[in-house]
């Protein structure tokens, strides 16, 4: 029975990937950085652990207690919205932290396993907005651009140990608590000089008519980067995703 690891499983993404697995016989390791065991239904299969991807002794004391895995997912992450001139240094400083170095900081701490056993399998989840540029999320993108390319050279790394990597691409997701996360971290939306770009992006936003993500989406590419040694390098989730994907070819 194999065993997957996955970051931020108290909600949306990680939670539907974590189910997911779950559902196929899986042994799943679903980390949080406050653990609650309540979100996922009990199993025998199923364990839960504190983990604070910018803490280094939390991501020791994590990998350690979850012993050998076969597949780690790097999901936790969080938004922000931000005109380019306002988001403030610390905020970038933030989100760089989580979604960037930390990613890193965690498949570091894994991949000396998967190297040794000559096995496993690295998924990043990051975005589709990597993929065309939006306005308001320079930093957020940025961030996550760089994990993109972080994980496209690894890859090339680890092949010769029979070690896979992969990116997951997901498109917008209303239905997930993103978007309110990521309010905590909104600077500048109020400034008069981007006033009328901040009301086009947000009106856009609440079309619903517009292609979204759904978790399902996500869950089923991240299964299918894990299971499918063939799969591409970077698989789109949602139907919005694919397009962008289409688009830029």
């Not at 610390?90 to 396993?113: D, S, W």
């Not at 063939?230 to 397009?243: C, E, F, L, Q, V």
Request: one cysteine or more; hydrophobic letters at 45%; a negative charge.
């Amino acid at each position: 029975m194999k065993t997957v690891l996955i970051t931020g499983c108290s909600s949306g993404f990680g939670l539907e990937i974590a189910r997911y697995f779950l559902a196929r016989d899986w042994q799943v390791i679903a980390t949080m950085r406050t653990p609650r065991a309540d979100v996922l239904p009990p199993s025998e299969r199923l364990r839960v652990l504190a983990l604070d991807v910018t803490d280094p002794e939390s991501i020791r004391q994590a990998v350690e207690a979850a012993g050998p895995i076969d597949v780690l997912v790097n999901n936790a992450g969080f938004g922000a919205a931000s005109p380019a001139e306002l988001v403030p240094i610390a905020t970038v400083r933030e989100i760089f932290e989580t979604n960037t170095f930390g990613t890193i900081a965690l498949t570091q701490a894994v991949l000396p396993q998967f190297r040794q056993r000559k096995a496993g399998v690295v998924v990043n989840v990051t975005s589709s907005v990597t993929l065309k540029a939006l306005p308001l999320i320079a930093a957020y993108r940025a961030s996550k651009a760089a994990v993109n390319a972080f994980t496209e050279s690894m890859a090339m790394e680890l092949e010769q140990f029979g070690v896979r990597a992969h990116l997951v691409l997901p498109g917008r997701a209303p239905d997930t608590r993103f978007a309110e996360n990521a309010h905590a971290h909104m600077h500048g939306l109020d400034n008069e000089a981007y006033a009328g770009l901040v009301r086009d992006v947000f009106a856009q936003f609440q079309d619903t008519s517009a292609p979204v993500t759904q978790a399902q989406d996500v869950a089923e590419a991240v299964w299918h980067a894990a299971t499918d040694p063939s799969s591409p390098m970077r698989i789109p989730a949602g139907a919005d995703a694919k397009a962008w994907a289409a688009e830029v070819g």
